[in-house]
């Protein structure tokens, strides 16, 4: 019996080092000298995993446009992938593996968890960090040199909705769900104070947790005063079910939910699209009116079959300004990109609005000034840009219709 | 948060107490009855092959992801789907049983337990593979709730799924004192030395308890569908509470549980009006707590 | 030879979990005592530690203590916070039975999580804390940073495995691999069971506060919800994989599964299948659970056997 236990043991620690060792030399080996080199952390799995596709989908379309042109400064770019989980841990351990091992000079796409676990180890090795989705208020005033973001931040998606429930439906007083999470903590947080300090009262504060088995009596202590209008802070899943739960025990008021939910078909069809009728939500909005989201939205939909869905104009622009910013550097190191961010992204310069456009500015000497997709794509100090907002409501088919659009900067 | 009741409140306001006590009470039953069907099958495991199985969630998920599979993808008829769904989860469960957990039933308890975790994480990856890492719906109608006056009580549907609860504790009681597989079940759950003396074939129960267990779990994953959504970690957080009411019941009392799971999903739900809200599930945990320290043989042993 | 950087931090992170498998054996390897909330014993350190040593809050925090201590002083503070725990836990719980034990201690982690998340005045919520301190970060650069931590807990750990082992060896380490295999016939030999059960769980939770304070600074952030039971699941792992009341194997045991479960990310995968890969990592982790303790049973290296005197 212990010979066997021996050999099956050595069998064990042999094939796991073997896996181990196979796995590591061949990622090392495949470094070719002559390509550029970025990390992606996307949440393709966890919570935010119905999202992480588009996201990811928006960086490599936005690496193939920049490939076409012959890549930057001649050489190609290269993406290497890591799946976070929608996870802290898991994040930081992929950027672990990402910058000693697939020696990558930049990072994209993380949300706000994972921006905020690997900032100081990416910071000290002088790796940018970009995001066009980590909106939480945490980062407002930190980073702006190793780390940025295309995303605005949820402290003024609270204003909006503020100034929505306030101004627009003419409600003073409010019930708020919401989810035990850090993003969705943080969009109620701002809301609250936004809402007070305009006026407004919260009558009811619920809070929920994911996973419940049901939610009845929680949406049911929402309206316990009637409120005429409640704000779902939450995500899709736990969004849907309170929906559900709202129509089938006819609370009446109305449902304000936030920027987790859209009328993405995924989302309808948890929700259900009869059920959906009158139900307000948020949507990170680009200006649909401004040429550089449509050409994106074009691009993006032949690009994936899909329609642009929630954060992909803002990855695309968030890929685009590394891009550039490389290019203006002409050197591929992280440090060069860090210095030439707010070259290509802020004024002054030639105003361009895709790729191409600013990769022939750039060859021609000019400075640029991108305005993407998603919006102005000027960074403050502390990395972050200001966008705007749309509330949308969804009609009988659960289709989302605009009524109001809340520019970046409208309201202080 | 709701105010606690005071001397100073009108009577109007207690009316509106009452009233919200009511309605919070049905939806502590509905809870219930899905908690009941989720903690039956594990129990019986525990009792019969004496290991406390963490996988048990997964069962429950692979019910709900069955009734996915038939009734939206293959859009069959709903009865027949949820049929159908029941029985993938019946022999899903054979299937697990045989395969992982019979050989080592040998092995020292605690080794059973941590493979039993293995085989969840192992499941949970294998439903989140087939399934996808995304949310589900079953996309069924909605149904208005009914009101008596102002009081909210409860929707159709809802009302089915208590239904179910309830049909299903007479069934169990019907299968536990009539039947002969099921005398055997309580023989050996309470004695089972003497139970072997007495000839009681123990593969047989075996296979027919993992076949209920698969049945019960995966019923509970349907109702689960019915009220809320799928998605590949729902199994693990249904465990949790799940082990909470098998301790309250005294692990392995089937009238135990039964009686423990609505009182654990009363609390839950009447909780709310008096807790704050973020720790409702907490509150299924406080009880097993408080449960354990005054009675540490469960509440319900026998 | 980059790649040494990473294995190197992986194998801090398996140094930090194994000093917490280590002093979770004494738990269970020897005095069988089935604890399913280790991680709650790894928060109150990591948190302790993060609350002594963090700067006061800011403007947009909520939470109201932040003490600018030295890392040293949070370290003490993280230990004795667990071992103060773990005294006030197990006055009601040790005596309570395997089964009942397990599942009282799974509940108090749970309860432990939800306090992290909602009690936002000490722990600030689901936000959690970042950019905590790291000791001795400033006398070397970030690269070489990566190295001389993984050294300090490499010592942490080598320190622990013979305190503890000396433990074990010591008369302290028989009665308890006595109560392990007959609570009876100890009692009969005259042990104080139970104070003997509380002065190891004390230590052992003590060991485990130590190590979730190193955690916080290897992460260097802290949040609720990277305390789940995913982390007492991999102890658990690590010590019935190594063998009961086998400190070596145990840190074999977490070596292996720090590796096993981080390897998958080498495996390139066009990005269409990297969807996928964190379902089949799971896969891969559950199969190689269920294996091994299918062929080795008793752990990967076994015990002596001693007899209780």
């Known amino acids: ?412 | ?302 | 030879m980059e790649w040494i950087d990473f294995l190197v931090a992986m194998a801090s992170l398996g140094a930090i979990y194994g000093i917490v498998a280590v002093a979770y054996n004494i738990q269970y390897g020897y005095t069988r005592m089935v604890n399913f909330g280790t991680v709650a014993w790894f928060a109150i350190g990591a948190y302790t530690y993060t609350i002594l040593t963090t700067h006061p809050p800011l403007a947009e925090d909520s939470y109201r203590f932040g003490l600018e201590l030295s890392p040293v002083l949070g370290v003490i503070g993280a230990g004795a916070a667990s071992g103060v725990v773990a005294y006030l836990v197990g006055l009601p719980t040790l005596k309570l039975k395997g089964h009942y034990f397990a599942i009282v201690t799974f509940a108090f982690a749970e309860i432990v999580g939800y306090t992290l998340i909602n009690e936002r005045w000490l722990t600030n919520g689901a936000v959690g804390f970042f950019s905590i301190p790291q000791p001795l970060a400033g006398w070397v650069s970030a690269y070489f940073y990566n190295y001389l931590f993984f050294f300090m807990v490499l010592g942490v750990l080598i320190v622990t495995y013979f305190l503890l082992g000396r433990v074990a060896k010591a008369p302290f380490g028989r009665v308890l691999k006595g109560i392990r295999e007959s609570e009876t016939v100890c009692l009969s030999a005259g042990k104080k069971v139970s104070s003997f059960k509380m002065k190891a769980f004390i230590v052992s939770s003590i060991f485990m506060g130590v190590a979730g304070a190193l955690y916080a600074m290897y992460m260097t952030l802290v949040t609720p919800d990277m305390f789940n039971l995913l982390v007492t699941f991999t102890v658990l792992f690590a010590v019935v994989i190594g063998g009961k009341a086998n400190s070596k194997g145990v840190i074999l045991g977490m070596f292996l599964l720090v590796f096993a479960d981080q390897f998958t990310r080498f495996i390139e995968v066009p990005s269409s299948y990297a969807v996928k890969m964190s379902a089949i990592r799971a896969m891969i982790y559950g199969l190689l659970l269920i294996i091994i303790l299918r062929f080795l049973p008793q752990g990967i290296i076994k015990e002596k056997k001693v007899i209780c005197d």
């Open chain 2, 1 to 302: 948060m709701m105010a606690y009741p005071s001397l100073e409140m009108t009577g109007n306001e207690v009316t509106i107490m009452v009233a919200s006590i009511i309605q919070h009470v049905l939806y502590g039953v509905v809870t219930g009855s899905i908690l009941l069907l989720g903690t039956l099958g594990f129990t019986m495991v525990e009792r019969l092959d004496g290991f406390v199985n963490i996988s048990h969630g997964q069962l429950i998920a692979i019910g709900a992801y069955s009734m996915w599979l038939c009734y939206n993808i293959l859009g069959l008829n709903f009865v027949i789907a949820a049929i159908l769904a029941i029985a993938i989860s019946a022999l899903a469960a054979l299937l697990i049983y045989k395969v992982f957990f019979k050989p080592i039933l040998r092995f020292a308890v605690v080794t059973v337990i941590i493979t039993s975790c293995g085989v969840g994480i192992f499941l949970n990856g294998v439903i989140e593979y087939l399934g996808g890492p995304d949310v589900h719906s079953l996309g069924l109608p909605i149904y208005r709730v009914a009101k008596l006056g102002s009081v909210r009580l409860i929707s159709k549907d809802f009302m089915a799924v208590i239904v179910v609860g309830v049909v299903s504790i007479i069934i169990i009681h019907l299968f536990l004192q009539r039947t002969k597989l099921g005398k055997a079940f309580r023989a050996v759950s309470s004695n089972r030395p003497l139970a072997l003396t007495k000839g009681v074939n123990l593969d047989s129960l075996s296979t027919l308890v993992w076949l209920l267990n698969g049945v019960t779990a995966g019923l509970a994953g349907i109702l689960l569908g019915v009220v809320g959504n799928l998605s590949p970690d729902m199994g693990w957080h249904q465990t949790m509470v799940i082990m909470s009411v098998a301790v309250l019941g005294g692990l392995g009392n089937i009238y135990g549980i039964m009686i423990a799971a609505f009182i654990v999903g009363i609390t839950m739900d009447v909780g709310v009006l008096f807790f704050p809200s973020g720790y409702r599930p907490a509150l299924a945990f406080a009880i097993i707590i408080i449960g354990l320290l005054l009675k540490p043989e469960g509440i319900f042993s026998e």
């Open chain 1, 1 to 412: 019996m212990s010979k066997k236990r021996t050999f099956l043991t050595k069998m064990l620690v042999v094939s796991l080092s073997f896996m181990l060792a196979v796995g590591v030399s061949a990622s090392v080996s495949q470094a070719a000298e002559e390509e550029v080199r970025i990390g992606a952390i996307v949440a393709l799995s966890g919570p935010l995993s119905p999202y992480g596709p588009d996201w990811l989908n928006a960086g490599e379309l936005a690496i193939e446009d920049m490939n076409r042109m012959g890549g930057v400064f001649g050489r190609k770019v290269k993406l290497f992938v890591e799946d976070s989980e929608t996870d802290t841990e898991e994040g930081i351990k992929a950027a672990k593996k990402l910058i000693p091992i697939n020696k990558v000079i930049a990072i994209y796409g993380p949300t706000s968890g994972v921006v905020v676990g690997i900032m100081d180890y990416a910071e000290k090795n002088k790796v940018p960090v970009i995001s066009g989705v980590s909106g939480s208020s945490r980062l407002d005033k930190t980073g702006g040199v190793y780390q940025y973001r295309t995303a605005p931040s949820d402290s003024y998606e609270g204003l909006v909705n503020g100034a929505f429930i306030l101004e627009e439906l003419g409600v003073r007083e409010a019930a708020l769900i919401t989810q035990n999470d850090e993003g969705t903590l943080s969009v109620a947080r701002g809301f609250k104070e936004a809402y007070e300090k305009q006026g407004g009262r919260i009558v009811e504060e619920v809070v929920v947790n994911a996973g419940q088995a049901t939610y009845m009596s929680s949406v049911d202590l929402a309206f316990k005063s009637n409120p005429k209008v409640v704000l779902v802070a939450a995500d899709m899943d736990v969004t849907s079910v309170i929906i559900r739960e709202w129509r089938r025990a006819d609370y009446g008021g109305k449902l304000v939910c936030g920027s987790d939910v859209s009328d993405s078909k995924q989302f309808v069809d948890l929700v259900g699209e009869r059920n959906l009728e009158g139900v307000y939500y948020t949507f990170i909005a680009s200006d649909p009116d401004t040429i550089p989201f449509q050409i994106f939205q074009a691009k993006f939909r032949n690009f994936t079959g899909r329609e642009l869905g929630y954060g992909a104009a803002n990855c695309y622009d968030a890929m685009a300004v590394f891009l550039l910013a490389l290019e203006a550097a002409g050197e591929a190191s992280g440090e060069a990109i860090a210095e030439n961010m707010r070259k290509v992204a802020n004024p002054p310069g030639v105003v361009v609005g895709t790729i191409e456009e600013g990769k022939a500015a750039l060859m021609l000497g000019k400075e640029i000034n991108y305005e993407g997709a998603s919006g102005p794509v000027d960074f403050d100090e502390y990395g972050n840009v200001a966008g705007g907002y749309a509330k949308y409501v969804f009609d009988a088919e659960g289709k989302g219709v605009l009524v109001k659009y809340y520019p970046a900067g409208s309201l202080s």
